[in-house]
């Protein structure tokens, strides 16, 4: 299973960005999905994560109300909409595939992307 994120870019704060993720063979079909993100120095962070085949969601309370995860399952892609940016959002963020256990902890996911970075300045 490959998961591939994209969509990253150097935007100015208040701007927005659209992230997507896709995997091959049709890997996310009927899988949650989340995403997470790193800043350099630091841990690698949660912040949203969607169930199948949509409906539920959760996020980050850092990232509510500015992120929005959805789906589209005709083609197998998760998106997070990232509005209202702001500079402490800068980081890579990376897609992942749902195993087992809390949604909101990286261990819970066995497959990740490669990441796409995300620049916000102020």
């Known amino acids: 299973v490959q998961l591939q994120a994209s969509g990253g870019g150097l935007v100015q704060a208040g701007e927005s960005l659209r992230l997507s993720c896709v995997a091959s063979g049709r890997s996310l079909s009927r899988y949650f999905v989340g995403w997470f993100r790193q800043a350099p120095g630091k841990e690698r962070d949660f912040v949203a994560w969607i169930g199948w085949p949509g409906s539920n969601t959760g996020y980050a309370d850092s990232v509510k109300g500015r992120f929005t995860i959805s789906r589209d399952n005709e083609k197998d892609t998760v998106f997070l909409q990232m509005n209202s940016l702001k500079p402490e959002d800068t980081a890579v963020y990376y897609c992942?595939?749902?195993?087992?256990?809390?949604?909101?902890?990286?261990?819970?996911?066995?497959?990740w992307g490669q990441g796409t970075q995300v620049t916000v300045s102020s």
């Open positions: 992942a595939r749902y195993l087992s256990g809390n949604t909101f902890r990286s261990s819970s996911y066995n497959y």
